[in-house]
């Protein structure tokens, strides 16, 4: 199994995981609402299949080291990291959030305008909360973190981001 084949399972069972436990924590739910955990599954699944490309993409066209002389350690390219987490932290978290509420809601919903309508009224504040924990995340995801291990490492953190995602949905 391929490094991304994990990557991308491991994704879906943790954001599955979290969902269940955001419903164990809900006092209100009398059952388990198995149709949010197989949404947040399948959000894993594809989310986590971006991310490992939009991983790559960063470091390919940002590297975090600037190259050096064969003789020299390389050293942190910090206007690189910096443009880097700009971008993930805006274009990257609008993407992936987006995902997230189409993942989340085109079942429920019964078209497509109602699909883009509950994207456009959740994405920013959505956004807003995620710029309370993600950049510090991807901070060190960009600084520490092989590419490779980055969306792992955002998944294990993201575990708390998503029971969080999870009581957000039950509270439309």
């Known amino acids: 199994m391929s490094v991304q084949t994990t990557v991308v399972l491991?994704?879906?069972?943790?954001?599955?995981?979290?969902?269940?436990?955001?419903?164990?924590?809900?006092?209100?739910?009398?059952a388990i609402d198995w149709q949010s955990v197989a949404e947040f599954a399948i959000f894993g699944l594809i989310q986590?299949?971006?991310?490992?490309?939009?991983?790559?993409?960063?470091?390919?066209t940002f590297p975090t080291l600037s190259p050096r002389a064969p003789d020299k350690t390389p050293r942190t390219a910090w206007h690189n990291v910096l443009f880097k987490l700009a971008i993930d932290q805006t274009a990257g978290l609008f993407l992936m959030n987006t995902v997230f509420l189409v993942c989340t809601s085109a079942v429920r919903l019964s078209n497509t305008s109602q699909v883009v309508a509950e994207v456009n009224r959740r994405i920013w504040?959505?956004?807003?909360?995620?710029?309370?924990?993600?950049?510090?995340?991807?901070?060190?995801?960009?600084?520490?973190?092989?590419?490779?291990?980055?969306?792992?490492?955002?998944s294990c953190v993201g575990f708390g981001w998503n029971v969080f995602l999870a009581l957000f949905m039950l509270a439309k």
Do not use: G, M, Y
């Open 10 to 30: 491991q994704s879906a069972l943790l954001k599955s995981a979290a969902n269940l436990t955001a419903q164990a924590a809900n006092s209100k739910l009398t």
């Open 48 to 60: 986590a299949h971006l991310n490992c490309h939009w991983q790559r993409f960063l470091e390919d």
């Open 125 to 154: 504040p959505l956004i807003r909360n995620a710029w309370k924990i993600w950049p510090a995340c991807a901070l060190v995801n960009f600084l520490w973190v092989p590419v490779e291990s980055r969306v792992l490492v955002a």
